[in-house]
């Protein structure tokens, strides 16, 4: 059964820019990439979404190569209130399926 | 402020005995989502309403029923919950089903089963 992967977790200084990437070998033609950020004992929060190359919001950015195979999300300049696990959420065999997730330490 | 609300943030339940969670929204979505939330997991869709239409996924027990009487309101019921089912359940709405509209999550309701 094909799943859609995430680094279990990852530490990062304040201030730098950190990089999570998603592995969806079966994403489906057609859909999305999106991205979720959750706190403890808080429901997922809409982080950012794309479909290929590259898309910027406020908070975020999301690369996608050519093959739509991964993705990863830019989290520029981190701070403490960063800390959280990261979620991205695709479409494969005709189901939306969260990846695995991301916990991401954010240490001062 | 538009939103999806989730009663009671917290449940406890005995093995075996019946139990309902509530999810409401303000959103006037037209998809109702209701997910298992295990320990440092990620959210397992159990099924998702597409107005009055029930999608049920292949591998959610017979145990997890799902109402959905009106465009606001979803109910979660765990027939007979055993230890195992003790989770964070998160109701989620989107304005259509499609992988290009967001979902918005509710804060969820913890289950405890003793």
């Known amino acids: 059964l094909a799943k859609t992967t995430q680094p279990i977790s990852m530490d990062s200084y304040e201030g730098q820019e950190v990089n999570i990437t998603c592995s969806h070998n079966?994403?489906?033609?057609?859909?999305?990439i999106t991205w979720y950020q959750q706190f403890p004992s808080q429901g997922p929060r809409f982080i950012i979404q794309?479909?290929?190359t590259k898309v910027t919001n406020e908070v975020a950015s999301l690369f996608i190569p050519a093959d739509r195979k991964s993705s990863t999300l830019s989290l520029p300049r981190v701070s403490l209130s960063d800390t959280a696990v990261y979620y991205c959420?695709?479409?494969?065999?005709?189901?939306?399926?969260f990846g695995t997730g991301t916990r991401l330490t954010i240490i001062p | 402020d538009a939103m999806v609300i989730q009663n009671p943030r917290y449940q406890v339940t005995q093995f075996g005995k019946p139990v309902t969670l509530s999810c409401s929204q303000t959103l006037n979505h037209n998809v109702m989502y209701w997910y298992q939330q295990k320990s440092s997991q990620a959210p397992k869709l159990l099924f998702h309403?597409?107005?009055?239409?029930?999608?049920n996924e292949a591998d959610t027990p017979d145990n997890f029923q799902s109402r959905r009487p009106n465009t606001s309101f979803c109910f979660l019921d765990i027939r007979s919950p055993g230890l195992g089912d003790a989770a964070m359940y998160l109701c989620a709405t989107s304005r259509d089903g499609d992988s290009d509209t967001e979902q918005y999550f509710g804060p969820g309701t913890r289950l405890t089963v003793t």
């Open positions: 309403y597409y107005d009055k239409d029930f999608n």
């Open positions: 079966n994403i489906a033609t057609n859909d999305y």
């Open positions: 959420l695709v479409g494969v065999n005709e189901k939306l399926t």
């Open positions: 794309g479909y290929k």
